[in-house]
């Protein structure tokens, strides 16, 4: 059984930090994506980055142009999590942040976070920014 459970939400003012933690079981990171993904009330889900391990393709990573910069996705095979580390947090950043896991579908010379499969999902962490 898969499963994912995020922690590390809370209140920051802008320009503080936070990290996210994504904490898996049931699930490889080889051949699997973990991907990171916001929405904030009355707003569209987002994707906002994505890793993914091959057996022989490496490490790629993806992140939304919104995070691009600021927030840095990693996985720690030994302990089973993957961070989402966020830097220079805006109040745009404010929504509830899940993270999903699953097989690749679609491959390309780039990585997006619709090119997973995003099976499995976590309950979710509040981040709230305040100006």
């Known amino acids: 059984q898969v499963q994912l459970a995020e922690s590390g939400g809370g209140s920051v003012q802008s320009g503080g930090s936070l990290r996210l933690s994504c904490a898996t079981s049931?699930?490889?990171?080889?051949?699997?994506?973990v991907g990171w993904f916001r929405q904030a009330p009355g707003k569209v889900r987002e994707g906002i980055a994505t890793v993914y391990t091959g057996a022989t393709t490496g490490t790629s990573t993806y992140y939304a142009d919104s995070v691009k910069g600021r927030f840095t996705i990693s996985q720690d095979n030994a302990r089973n999590t993957v961070f989402l580390q966020m830097n220079n947090l805006k109040p745009e950043d404010s929504a509830m942040y899940y993270c999903?896991?699953?097989?690749?579908?679609?491959?390309?010379?780039?990585?997006?976070?619709?090119?997973?499969?995003?099976?499995?999902w976590g309950q979710g962490t509040q981040v709230k920014v305040s100006s």
């Open positions: 999903a896991a699953g097989p690749r579908k679609r491959w390309a010379g780039y990585l997006l976070s619709d090119h997973c499969t995003n099976n499995y």
């Open positions: 049931g699930i490889s990171y080889i051949n699997n994506c």
